[in-house]
């Protein structure tokens, strides 16, 4: 059996994998994201530029990165801003 820690380990570097794919369509329009932590398959994201403060971040969240993590990480469950 794996060591937990482990497997916390490999799915951060997946998500961040992800979060790294995405990054430059978030930079083309001035903002980014940062990964915090991964807590029980929720993706915690600190969203940063003009993404913080944008109105359209929640929806940029949901439709955008959180789709495409669940597609590709299958453990997530969400992707929530912190």
Do not use: F
């Amino acid at each position: 059996m794996e060591n937990p820690d482990t497997q916390t380990g490999d799915l951060k570097e997946r998500v961040q994998v992800v979060l790294d794919k995405l990054r430059p369509a978030l930079q083309m329009d001035g903002g980014d994201a940062e990964l915090v932590d991964i807590k029980e398959g929720i993706v915690l994201l600190r969203l940063m530029g003009a993404c913080a403060g944008c109105p359209m971040s929640t929806m940029t969240l949901k439709m955008g990165i959180e789709q495409r993590m669940k597609a590709e990480v299958p453990e997530i469950v969400s992707v929530e801003a912190v």
